[in-house]
């Protein structure tokens, strides 16, 4: 075991001619292998065999041969037992060894097998929820452009709901305009009275004229408003007008006059006027006011489906 | 014979108690086994070479024991434990080969 006592061993054994000890000489695997047995067994083995001679000349000098003949040799028996405790120490040692890592072993392979088995579901979830992800990422593209595109319609529809309030009377509005009052003819006869068809022809005008929204004695005119006469009396609808009848229209006052001339029904009804003699008025007011039509109530209903949708829009929008 | 049945005796005393390894020596157990191997092969060709003794093995074995888990334990302080078991495991190893082969050489004089 220690370097001194080797080369000692060694010189006792066959002396050599090298004065450099084995370490510096040697390599250290050729050194390990060529002192795989302990040095000591040949040490022994040398005193033993010195001991067996009475006059060992080589081993003379050195103190320890000199101790041991003092010893008494160990009985025979003693070595076999010995050997054989250390052999079960290690027997022991062995199986200890053996038993705990067997009985780890189950323990630590199933860790790392569930620990694989997680890594992998961990794994397959992040790919799901990686192209969940992106399913849900193109899916919120495609529904913000249906949100904007929304909007954008929703604007849209909603100033056409304006405009189509405003020119179909459910809607109060408030304009520019032109006010008009028409009576009977002074001291005139019954067929110079103001009828329902010239009334009508009137309205008929202005519309053609580009009157956005019409009243007449404060009752707002829409698409269904008719005209009747009742008696003597105009009605609209049911309600009965009284003369003189002041017509409020809102549209462009700078034009509405002079298109209302130009108009086939403006015309009709300017040559009415003048061979019946009607008192007819016309000004310019910068800003009238015109209430909403009394709703109607909702008489029939039906189901709009793409082939009604378009020839509904027509409907709405034809007046 | 007598020290195989020391090994037989010793392997059904380990399989009987099972003793559990504190926590801490755990880890020295392998090294303490693989040096052990060497000292018993060691002793074994010293046995066949006719120079063994029993004194010499004993020593040799518990030496061999705990200078191989002092070494692994002393990496282990130093954070270089793994290193240092390879190195004893390389060494042991090399000894345990050629002491097997001087065996085979006087069992079989091959």
Known sequence: ?319 | MIAAVGLLVGVILGLVLQPDVPIGLEPYLPIAVVAALDAVFGGLRAYLDGIFDDKVFVVSFFSNVVIAAAIVYLGDQLGVGGQLSTGVIVVLGIRIFSNVAAIRRHLFHA
């Open chain 1, 1 to 319: 075991m220690a370097s001194p006592t080797t080369t000692n061993g060694r010189s006792t054994e066959s002396p050599r001619t090298e004065t450099l000890p084995d370490q510096v000489v040697m390599p250290l695997l050729d050194r390990i292998v060529r002192q795989s047995l302990d040095e000591d067994y040949e040490v022994v083995a040398g005193r033993k065999a010195a001991e067996a001679r009475p006059r060992p000349r080589r081993a003379a000098g050195r103190p320890r041969d000199r101790l041991s003949p003092a010893k008494p040799p160990p009985p025979p028996g003693r070595p076999r037992r010995v050997a054989a405790a250390v052999m079960a120490v290690f027997g022991v040692i062995v199986t200890i060894a053996a038993v705990q890592t067997s009985r780890d072993a189950p323990e630590a392979t199933a860790s790392r097998a569930s620990l694989v088995l997680q890594v992998q579901a961990r794994r397959d979830n992040v790919a799901g929820l990686q192209a969940r992800l992106e399913r849900l990422r193109e899916s919120t593209t495609d529904l913000r452009t249906t949100v904007a595109q929304g909007t954008e319609d929703q604007q849209a529809l909603a100033a056409r709901v304006e405009r189509l309030e405003g020119r179909t009377g459910f809607a109060p509005v408030t304009g520019p305009g032109i006010r008009i009052t028409v009576d009977d003819a002074p001291q005139g006869d019954v067929a110079q009275t103001v009828r329902d068809s010239d009334l009508a022809t009137l309205v008929d005008g202005l519309w053609d004229a580009g009157a956005e929204a019409i009243s007449v004695n404060g009752k707002r005119l829409t698409a269904l408003t008719a005209f009747r006469n009742v008696g003597p009396a105009i009605h609209i609808g049911i309600t009965p007008l009284v003369p003189p009848y002041t017509l409020l229209v809102i549209g462009d006052p700078d034009t509405l006059a002079a298109n209302l001339l130009d108009s086939t029904f403006g015309q009709r009804w300017y040559a009415l006027k003048d061979s019946l003699g009607f008192v007819y008025d016309i000004k310019t007011d910068n800003s009238l006011t015109l209430p909403a039509a009394r709703p109607r109530r909702l008489r029939a209903v039906r189901l709009l489906t793409d082939e009604t949708k378009s020839s509904a829009q027509e409907e709405v929008s034809t007046p």
